[in-house]
């Protein structure tokens, strides 16, 4: 396009009389150009953030793992944004799944801080609140003791060491055993 500007420059840079006319032409090339380079970038922007709502809903699975039992497995930095997305989509397999119990596993989560251990605190109070019971699972000895050195306590909250605790737990408490074949 800008190229254009060129052609035609060399076509009236004899003719003294038609340069206000290229001035006009050179201004209307440029804001084209501008206008095509600004809504190129506002569709790039757009399909990135697209793919960056899109993997962030990918990277937040929840799993039925039994009749009225969820998992969601975290893996990956909790940040306010993903954990309220956390939230949101746990309360919708509770409703959707009719589910009693939801395993909230951490394993994958490899720092918790004050906020991230507050947004788990609001996930379960939001999941006690529509009937559910939620442990937490995967807490490794760094984590414990960031948690314990921040002061933060869990309360009544189950917590257990493996998915796999949280599952029996999860199992007992629907009165539900499994047994060796």
Request: hydrophobic residues 50%; aromatic residues 4%; glycine residues 6%.
């Amino acid at each position: 396009m800008f190229s254009l500007k060129d052609a035609v420059y060399n076509l009236v840079a004899g003719s003294a009389e038609l340069i206000p006319e290229y001035v006009a032409f050179a201004r209307t090339i440029d804001d084209l150009g501008l206008h095509t380079f600004e809504t190129y970038t506002a569709a790039r922007e757009q399909v990135i953030s697209d793919q960056a709502e899109s993997m962030l809903e990918l990277s937040t699975p929840v799993v039925r793992l039994w009749d009225g039992i969820i998992a969601v497995p975290l893996v990956g930095t909790l940040d306010s944004a993903r954990a309220q997305l956390v939230m949101e989509k746990m309360l919708d397999a509770l409703v959707s799944t009719e589910a009693e119990h939801a395993v909230i596993d951490i394993t994958g989560v490899p720092t918790v801080d004050t906020e991230v251990a507050q947004h788990l605190l609001k996930t379960v109070v939001a999941a006690r609140l529509m009937g559910a019971e939620c442990i937490i699972t995967g807490i490794r000895p760094q984590i414990a003791h960031t948690i314990v050195s921040l002061g933060i306590e869990f309360g009544d909250v189950p917590t257990k060491q493996t998915l796999a605790d949280g599952l029996a737990h999860a199992l007992s408490r629907s009165g539900l055993k499994v047994v060796s074949a």
